[in-house]
Structures are given as C-alpha cells and as structure tokens.
C-alpha cells in the first residue's frame, strides 16, 4: 500500500501569517494533486504537479514537487479566512487510482 | 453546469438495513469512483468503475457493492449496514484514468447508522 503523510495534522493560525504543509512518501508517483474540502462538500482540485521539481503558483498558493516524485509542499501566503479547510494531497499510482494523503486540517482566523 | 450529483445529501439507515446511495453525473466521464470518508480522515477508496469494468479494492469489505447501469449513473448498496459504516460517502468522475485526469467529487452522502 503507497502511503502518503501529511504534516501538520493540524494548523491554527491568524490572518496574514504564512505557512506551509507537507506531503511525504516513500513511493514514486506519476503526478500529484492538491485538493481543498470544505466542510459538507467535496474535496475540490487546486492543482497537478507532474515533472519532479515543478513548481505552480495558484495566487497566494505555492505547490512544490519533489525532484525524486516523492513529496510535495503547499505554501500559502498570507492566509485569509476563506483558506480554512482540509487540504489533501493525492498521488496518482498509474493504476487507475488516486491514493490520498493523510489530510491537514487548516483554520485562520481574523 | 456539468457536475456529479449524489442523492440524499444526508441518509439515516438502521443497524443491518440495507441502503442504497447514488450518483449522477452529466460529465460523460469514463471512470466513476466511490469513496469513504470517516471523521476528520482522508478519503478512502472503496472500489470504481473504468466504464463497465469493475474494479474493487483489496480491502473493501464484502458488505459493499456497486452497480454502474450506465455512464451517467452509480450506485453504493450497503448489505447490512454497521455501526462503523457511519461515513461520508463521495462519489467522484473523471474523463479517464490518467495520472493527469482530475477527479470530480460530488457533495457526498452522509450516512448516519442508528
């Protein structure tokens, strides 16, 4: 089974500070993707990273790749309210599957 | 708008009776997913769908199955529903099963087992 860890579990920050969240596993994936759940909704894609060392920036969302396709970062700059949720990240196998991460858990406050 | 739609949004069902979920999409997607979500976890894959080729998880227990009558339509049953089958349960779409295909999910189902 491919597992992909998530760190922090959770994060409680105040507006405007910066952070980031980690994706980490042992196996090599084919692409990455980032998605963000909302509480009673669907998780929702933000992004896919396919080539080792990719970097995409979805405003004040930085999404690193790992050079060796292993990992993966999510920065956020200067969190606003509307960031809270639980961000996943999800590795495509080649299988015809995605295998999720862990989860973290995000709430910014005013 | 183009998008997966599951019925009921919220499902309460008793200890050992069966229940159904379903999922529609107007996406003509080829691959059709059912995942469970628990508390506070990250999505589990339960089983999909590559058009009419079922494909079920390892660890999936026996007590879950799924039908897929046509592109559009897929549906979870719950034999015999347990306790720890209290879940969100998300269906999701995408256009095939390539590592570059995003899934689409719905709003999910929650299911409360009483």
């Known amino acids: 089974t491919q597992l992909l860890e998530q760190s922090p579990q959770f994060l409680s920050i105040q507006e405007g500070e910066n952070l980031t969240v980690y994706c980490n596993s042992s196996?090599?994936?084919?692409?990455l993707q980032w998605y963000r759940q909302e509480p009673g909704e669907g998780p929702v894609l933000l992004v896919t990273?396919?080539?080792?060392?990719e970097v995409k920036k979805l405003k004040r969302l930085t999404f690193q790749f790992g050079d060796a396709r292993k990992d993966s970062s999510l920065h956020i700059t200067a969190a606003q309210p509307g960031d809270t949720g639980l961000y996943l990240c999800?590795?495509?196998?080649?299988?015809?599957?995605?295998?999720f991460g862990t989860g973290t858990r995000l709430l910014v406050s005013p | 708008d183009a998008m997966v739609i599951q019925n009921p949004r919220y499902q309460v069902t008793q200890f050992g009776k069966p229940v159904t979920l379903s999922c529609s999409q107007t996406?003509?997607?080829?691959?059709m997913y059912w995942y469970q979500q628990k508390s506070s976890q990250a999505p589990k894959l339960l089983f999909h769908?590559?058009?009419?080729?079922?494909?079920n998880e390892a660890d999936t227990p026996d007590n879950f199955q799924s039908r897929r009558p046509n592109t559009s339509f897929c549906f979870l049953d719950i034999r015999s529903p347990g306790l720890g089958d209290a879940a969100m349960y998300l269906c999701?779409?995408?256009?095939?099963?390539?590592?570059?295909?995003?899934?689409?999910f719905g709003n999910g189902t929650r299911l409360t087992v009483t």
């Open positions: 999701a779409t995408s256009r095939d099963p390539g590592s570059n295909s995003p899934l689409h």
């Open positions: 996406l003509n997607h080829n691959v």
């Open positions: 990273v396919v080539t080792g060392g």
């Open positions: 196996s090599v994936f084919s692409s």
């Open positions: 999800a590795g495509h196998t080649g299988f015809q599957k995605l295998v």
């Open positions: 769908y590559y058009d009419k080729d079922f494909n």
